[in-house]
C-alpha cells in the first residue's frame, strides 16, 4: 500500500480511506467536463392505423406505476364556510357597563363602546377614572351589568379599530444583550394615541358627572367575597 508502514505481511498500518487523504488527490483541480444531459420530450409521437382514427397520437413517456397506496393519504377539506361576525348579548349594548373577569384590569368596571370587526368589544375605563385605556375584550371575559352611561355626543375615531391594537415589531436583540438588560427600553407611549383617547373619554366624562356617584362605581372594583352566592347576585 503506498505511504502505508506494513505492520504485518500484507496488512497496512492505514486504511484505506487514511492513505487516500494522505495522497491529497482529491485536492488537485478536476480537469474533466461532465457533458450537459440532453433534454428528453415528455411524450412521442406515435402512429395509429385505421380510417376512424387520427393517424398520430401523443404518449407519454412517464409511465404510470402499477402499485397504489393501500391507505388512504388523508388531506384536509375545504370548507365553504365564510366565519360570520360574532353575534352579541343582547343584554351588551352601547354605553353598557361591564366588569372584566379576566386580564390586566380583571375586576374593573368599563364602558361598552361598539362591537370591532373581529368580533370584540371595544371597551374604555375612561383612562382618568380607573385607568383602563381603550382596549379589546372577548364578551366571554365580560359580565353586563344594568347600569349604562349615556353616549350621545360621543363620535368614536375611524382610526380606532382592530388594526389600532396591532403591536409593532420590535428590533431583535442577541442573547448576550438580553442577559446584560440591553434593549428594555421603554418606548414612548403615541401621541396619536393620546389624543384618541382623550377625544373618545371627553363626552363620556362629562356624562358621567351627570349622574350621582357613578363616577365612584366606575373606579370601584368588584370581586367576590366568603360567602357571596354568584347565582343570586344581580348586576
Keep these: 500500500m503506498a505511504r502505508s508502514k506494513a505492520a504485518a505481511p500484507n496488512v497496512g498500518r492505514l486504511s484505506r480511506s487514511q492513505v487516500a487523504e494522505k495522497r491529497g488527490l482529491y485536492k488537485g483541480k478536476k480537469t474533466s467536463t461532465t457533458a450537459p444531459k440532453a433534454e428528453e420530450p415528455t411524450t412521442t409521437e406515435k402512429p395509429i392505423g385505421g380510417k376512424g382514427n387520427g393517424e398520430k397520437r401523443l404518449v407519454s413517456n412517464a409511465k404510470a406505476s402499477k402499485y397504489y397506496p393501500a391507505e388512504d393519504v388523508r388531506r384536509p377539506k375545504v370548507s365553504r364556510k365564510s366565519p360570520g361576525k360574532t353575534a352579541l348579548r343582547s343584554s351588551i349594548t352601547p354605553g353598557t357597563v361591564l366588569i372584566l373577569l379576566a386580564g390586566r ?3 374593573k368596571r368599563v364602558v361598552f363602546l361598539k362591537q370591532l370587526d373581529s368580533g370584540l368589544l371595544l371597551v374604555t375605563g375612561p383612562f382618568k377614572l380607573n385607568g383602563v385605556p381603550l382596549r379589546r375584550v372577548s364578551q366571554a371575559y365580560v359580565i353586563a351589568t344594568s347600569t349604562k352611561v349615556e353616549l350621545s355626543g360621543l363620535s368614536i375615531p ?11 415589531k420590535s428590533a431583535k436583540s442577541s442573547k448576550e444583550g438580553e ?3 440591553e434593549g428594555k427600553e421603554k418606548k414612548a407611549f403615541p401621541e396619536e ?8 373619554d371627553a363626552p363620556l366624562l362629562s356624562a358621567i358627572k ?3 356617584h357613578l363616577s365612584k362605581y366606575l373606579k370601584a372594583t368588584w370581586g367576590l367575597s366568603k360567602g357571596d352566592r354568584f347565582h343570586e347576585l344581580k348586576f
Excluded: C, I, L, P
Design 105 to 107: 384590569f380583571s375586576g
Design 193 to 200: 394615541k393620546k389624543s384618541e383617547q382623550k377625544s373618545v
Design 210 to 212: 351627570k349622574v350621582d
Design 158 to 168: 375611524e382610526s380606532v379599530n382592530d388594526a389600532y391594537f396591532a403591536k409593532a
Design 179 to 181: 442577559f446584560f438588560g
